[in-house]
């Protein structure tokens, strides 16, 4: 018994110093992994703020940069990146002027500490835009321009400001220079369509949507300006396949979602509808005279099912009657015919008044 309890105890005590080995373990790793962090550099922080932000984590990034920060206050480029995200932070929200505030205080202590800063300056007047201090706005993109004149997005920024100043034609002109600078930038172009349509000239903008759809085919906000516009010229059938290629492209279809795009008159010409109505026509007139005793009374027959026609102001009204009642399989292709004729109606309809054009 002696042997036994012995036993029992040193199980017991193999099993609590297994779990004394685990727990120091445990702690041994944290301290490693703590003192590891604690071992940082400003910049390294710094990187860790950036692949956060670029993992839409922006509070992780905040946090990255802010120890940055901390090891090194006259960080220049983690203060502008720690306004950036709070920036992409405000625009996630539904009430982001503190977000806004707090980012243009970070670019303007960017800029205290490195004057030359051309980014900070750009970042400074996308910020005040969005606060709606246009001539700040501005101030910023000019000295953004005079530090790096090559810098597109100045140019954007600053073709912003001067249309929400309604300075239309300074903003056009800004917008092109900044295209000299750099054709392939699809904010640009986008931003010049902005100006064409605030003024009316719908046309041409749709020409600068298009050119920044082509720029970059995946520029989501370009082609729903685009398809916008279109709409609005009345291009309807412009708009429609834009927006197709926007659904293609981003969201994908389903049969449900086809069949509705159809039936609204999306993609549709209104001459389509006549053409393909007349084509049923023919097809099921050509399969009554082949599986019924109708020959020539089989188009009035296919009419009568096609578009929902009294059958008692045609000629022959009783050996209709008669063929109905004789066959199913006519009496299911009769009625086949006769939603068909009904969709068509209905796409039609919509084609011809576009009552159901949601985009």
Known sequence: MNTLNNKANLKEIGQTDMKFKIIFWLLYLSIIMASCNGDLTSEEWNEKGVNFFMQNQYHEAIEA???????EPNYATAWN???IVLLHQGDAEDDPDEEYLQANESFAVAIRISPSYSDAWLNMGAVLNRLGKYEEALKACNESIRLNPNASDAWYNKANALTYMSKFQEATDTLNKGIGLSQNHPRLWHAKGLIFEASGRLDQAALSYKKSVDKDPNFIEGRIS???????????DEADTEYYEYKLKNKGWNISENLWWILCGFGVSWCNTIIFAAAIWAIFSLVYIYISSLRKESLAFSA????????ESFPYAQKYDQILESSTVIRFLFSIERLIG????????NTVSRVNIHY
């Open 342 to 349: 009904w969709s068509l109606l209905i796409i039609f309809i």
């Open 81 to 83: 990146n720690k306004g």
């Open 304 to 311: 009568i099912a096609l578009f929902s026609l009294p059958r």
């Open 65 to 71: 940069f802010d120890k940055a920060i901390d090891l």
């Open 226 to 236: 685009l398809i916008s516009v279109l709409k609005k010229a009345g291009r309807y």
